[in-house]
C-alpha cells in the first residue's frame, strides 16, 4: 500500500473517531498545504474540505494556491488579514513606545491567520451541522528546527504531515498527483519573501540528514543542532509548576 493511501485511512479514522466531518485548511501555495489538503480531499470527499487563503495585503503566489482550491474542487473563501495585521502591530507599538521587532512582524501573520482558521472551524461547526476541525500543514524538518510559529501555523487539531520528512511529502505529493509544480516548488515560509533555505542557512535534506545519523558539513550541522535546542519549546506543552493540592 501507497504511504498516500496509509495516511488517508488514518485521516478517516481520525476524523471518525473524533466525530468530525470538515476539515478547515489554510492554503498557502506552498507543498506542505497543498499536500495535506489533497490527502483531505481523498479521505473525506472535496464536499468537507474548505481551503482558506490568506494573505496580508498582497500575496505573489496566490495563482498557486488557486490551482489547489480550483484543481481539487473543495470549497474555499479568501481573507484579507492586512487590517488585522495592522491593527495589532499597532496595539504592540502603543503598549511598547517603540517599534515592534523584525521577528515579532513576521509572527504576527501566522497567529492571526491561526484565529482566522479556528473561528471558520466553530462558525461551521456550530452553523452548519458539519463538526469541522483544523488540520495542520507543519513537517517534521521545520518542527525539529522550530521553523513555525508558535500557536501560530503550528497550532491544529490534527496534523498528517508532522512526522514525515520534507522528501516524504514530496512522495507523497507525487502519490496524489495534483499540481505537480506547486507540490515540488522551493519551499518559502510565505513571511519574508525568502526561501527556508535563504533565512535558515542550511536544507531541508541536511535537518534529516542530522536526525537520521547522516554526515552533515560541520558549519550546518552546528546551525540545526542550536536551532533544535533554542525551538525546544515550540515541540511541547508548556512547563508546568509540579503542585498537588492532596
Known amino acids: 500500500m501507497k504511504l498516500s493511501q496509509k495516511i488517508i485511512q488514518w485521516l ?26 489533497g490527502l483531505c480531499k481523498e479521505a473525506l470527499g472535496s464536499q468537507n474540505v474548505v481551503g482558506i487563503m490568506m494573505h496580508n495585503g498582497v500575496q505573489s503566489d496566490i495563482s498557486d494556491s488557486e490551482q489547489v482550491v480550483n ?16 491593527a495589532i502591530l499597532q496595539c504592540v507599538e502603543e503598549a511598547l513606545g517603540y517599534q515592534a521587532s523584525d521577528g515579532a512582524k513576521i509572527n504576527i501573520a501566522p497567529r492571526i491567520r491561526m484565529t482566522v482558521l479556528y ?40 496534523n498528517p504531515i508532522r512526522n514525515l520528512w520534507v522528501d516524504t511529502v514530496l ?19 510565505g513571511l519574508c519573501g525568502k526561501t527556508d533555505e535563504d533565512r535558515l542557512g542550511f536544507s531541508y535534506s541536511q535537518v534529516k540528514a542530522a536526525f537520521t545519523g547522516r554526515d552533515v558539513p560541520a558549519e550546518q550541522l552546528t546551525k540545526i543542532m542550536k536551532a533544535h535546542a533554542a525551538s525546544e519549546h515550540k515541540r511541547g506543552l508548556p512547563d508546568t509548576f509540579p503542585y498537588e493540592d492532596c
Not at 484543481?71 to 495592522?86: C, M, S
Not at 524538518?141 to 510559529?149: C, K, L, M, Q
Not at 512522495?171 to 515560509?189: I, M
Open 71 to 86: 484543481e481539487l474542487g473543495i470549497r474555499f473563501g479568501v481573507a484579507n488579514i492586512k487590517p488585522a495585521y495592522d
Open 12 to 37: 478517516q479514522g481520525w476524523f471518525t473517531k473524533n466525530h468530525r466531518k470538515t476539515a478547515v485548511i489554510g492554503i498557502s501555495g506552498g507543498k506542505d498545504s497543498a499536500v495535506v489538503a
Open 171 to 189: 512522495q507523497v505529493g507525487d502519490e496524489l498527483g495534483y499540481y505537480p509544480q506547486v507540490v515540488h516548488k522551493a519551499p518559502s515560509d
Open 119 to 158: 473561528a471558520i472551524s466553530q462558525t461551521i461547526s456550530e452553523t452548519e451541522a458539519a463538526q469541522a476541525c483544523v488540520v495542520g500543514t507543519g513537517n517534521r524538518g521545520e518542527a525539529e528546527v522550530g521553523y513555525t510559529t508558535k500557536h501560530g501555523d503550528s497550532a491544529c487539531d490534527v
